[in-house]
């Protein structure tokens, strides 16, 4: 099985900076996309960043310019660093891995537990 350990969430004042940190283990071949996703209460679960295997990146446009993924790959982790931040970023954020090739086939759709992100202004 694969399992996700999330950390970085926290309080933090508009304008500061948190750095979200996600490591997978088990035993994984390889893993495909990777991303965040948050979900404000009320809200439903929405994309925030994603990056391919290649490195290829996207963002929610209310992210863009302020926030960046990264991944590494030889840790079979993914980051988010959250700059400028916002009351509005204010969200669960959970990290998911939308590929994992393991060791008899592949693993779609992996969730973390979610780290608390607080803005306050």
């Known amino acids: 099985q694969v399992q996700l350990v999330e950390s970085g969430g926290g309080l933090v004042q508009a304008g500061g900076s948190l750095r979200l940190s996600c490591a997978a283990s088990?035993?994984?071949?390889?893993?495909?996309?990777m991303g965040w996703y948050r979900q404000a209460p009320g809200n439903q679960r929405d994309l925030v960043a994603s990056?391919?295997?290649?490195?290829?990146?996207n963002y929610a446009d209310s992210v863009k310019g302020r926030f960046a993924i990264s991944r590494d790959n030889a840790k079979n982790t993914v980051y988010l660093q959250m700059n400028s931040l916002k009351p509005d970023d204010t969200a669960v954020y959970y990290c998911?891995?939308?590929?994992?090739?393991?060791?008899?086939?592949?693993?779609?759709?992996?969730w973390g537990q979610g780290t608390q992100v607080t803005v306050s202004s």
């Open positions: 088990g035993n994984i071949f390889s893993i495909n996309g």
């Open positions: 998911n891995l939308r590929r994992v090739l393991v060791p008899g086939g592949t693993i779609y759709n992996v």
């Open positions: 990056i391919t295997s290649s490195g290829s990146t």
